[in-house]
């Protein structure tokens, strides 16, 4: 356990921002995790994890700790379901395709989003219909303050869309170190009616899909929609789809009326946020390494060398040209730190 000096954390963040932390341990044990957070000559703290929800624009002057913990572990299983506790430096990708191999249902519809699982209850990450909040069962967590361990259960994570606790009242106060997923093991609810899942199972004359088969095709959709961060850094989805009212949603279509929606509720429509996005000319656009994606609007991306204010900078302008449109607000799903 040795604490490094001046250490550039582009290979940590897949936006590949090039900030450096002044100082910077990676833990792969739960004691070493304890023993670091009471270290008196390091008051403040900076945890990151698979670095795939951040917007890195400054250098870090708190000693920064990546988590690296590692396991899978069966907790319990009955002839419906399973409980399954993974570490929270377990890459997501990875502990999906290996519930899957075991017959797992629940999280193939979350296949190929970036980052580790300790970081996924943060932001209830969700895609093609499916969200964190529908397979967790609970979080286990350290106390940063105190190196106290306790456990969130669902209702605590008080889970909303690409929300929960974590980014608010118990906002950088732990650490999650593994979280306990509640999976199926027969007679799995596929979830196949959101997006182009059934166009790709139908290009592929698949009537009976398995989990794997919604894996697969919830893959080649994201790979022909978004890029690869090893290849351009970018950190997914950068914005949140907007949520807006009925009666503003009457108001828009009058004048779009091709303008895509789907109901959130009786009084409530939510708007791709892609969508208002290309609408205001900014897909595909590049502002030195600072751009937008040529495939998908809703994705900034870092083509070699910007600066993660460069890409803040964007950001706003983007923010600004769609209110200025459409009069809704958008606001990023990234922490920006």
């Known amino acids: 356990m040795t604490i490094k000096h001046n250490i550039s954390?582009?290979?940590?963040?897949?936006?590949?921002?090039?900030?450096?932390?002044?100082?910077?341990?990676?833990i792969t044990s739960l004691d070493d995790l304890k023993t670091v957070l009471q270290l008196p000559d390091y008051p403040e703290k900076f945890i990151i994890g698979g670095g795939s929800n951040m917007l890195l624009t400054q250098n870090i002057d708190a000693l920064t700790i990546h988590i690296n913990l590692r396991g899978k572990e069966i907790v319990k299983q009955t002839n419906d379901t399973v409980l399954v506790k993974i570490a929270a430096g377990e890459n997501w990708h990875q502990f999906v395709l290996w519930a899957i191999d075991n017959d797992f249902g629940g999280v193939e519809n979350l296949s190929l989003i970036p980052g580790n699982v300790g970081t996924s209850p943060v932001q209830n990450i969700g895609a093609y219909g499916v969200e964190l909040k529908d397979v967790f069962y609970n979080c286990s967590v350290l106390e940063i303050a105190t190196g106290n361990e306790s456990t969130f259960s669902l209702d605590a994570c008080n889970f909303g869309y690409r929300n929960s606790v974590f980014k608010n009242a118990a906002k950088n106060k732990y650490i999650?170190?593994?979280?306990?997923?509640?999976?199926?093991?027969?007679?799995?609810?596929?979830?196949?009616?959101?997006?182009?899942?059934?166009?790709?199972?139908?290009?592929?004359n698949i009537n009976n899909p398995s989990l794997k088969d919604v894996s697969n095709a919830v893959i080649s959709i994201r790979q022909s929609k978004l890029p690869n961060p090893k290849e351009i850094g970018n950190s997914g989805s950068?914005?949140?789809?907007?949520?807006?009212?009925?009666?503003?949603?009457?108001?828009?279509?009058?004048?779009?009326?091709?303008?895509?929606?789907?109901?959130?509720?009786?009084s409530e429509i939510k708007i791709p946020a892609g969508w208002l996005i290309e609408q205001v000319g900014f897909k595909g656009k590049r502002f030195g390494d600072a751009g937008v994606h040529k495939n998908q609007a809703l994705v900034l991306v870092n083509y070699g060398n910007a600066s993660g204010q460069e890409i803040l900078d964007l950001a706003y302008h983007i923010i600004e040209k769609v209110k200025e449109t459409f009069n809704i607000e958008i606001s990023p799903e990234v922490n920006i730190l």
Do not use: M, R
Request: overall charge positive.
């Open 9 to 26: 954390l582009k290979p940590y963040n897949t936006f590949g921002i090039d900030v450096n932390a002044k100082n910077f341990i990676s």
């Open 176 to 204: 999650i170190t593994s979280v306990t997923f509640k999976l199926t093991t027969k007679n799995h609810s596929l979830n196949t009616s959101y997006g182009a899942i059934e166009q790709e199972l139908k290009q592929n």
């Open 238 to 266: 950068f914005f949140k789809n907007p949520v807006i009212s009925i009666e503003e949603f009457h108001l828009l279509q009058q004048k779009y009326p091709n303008i895509p929606s789907y109901t959130v509720s009786d």
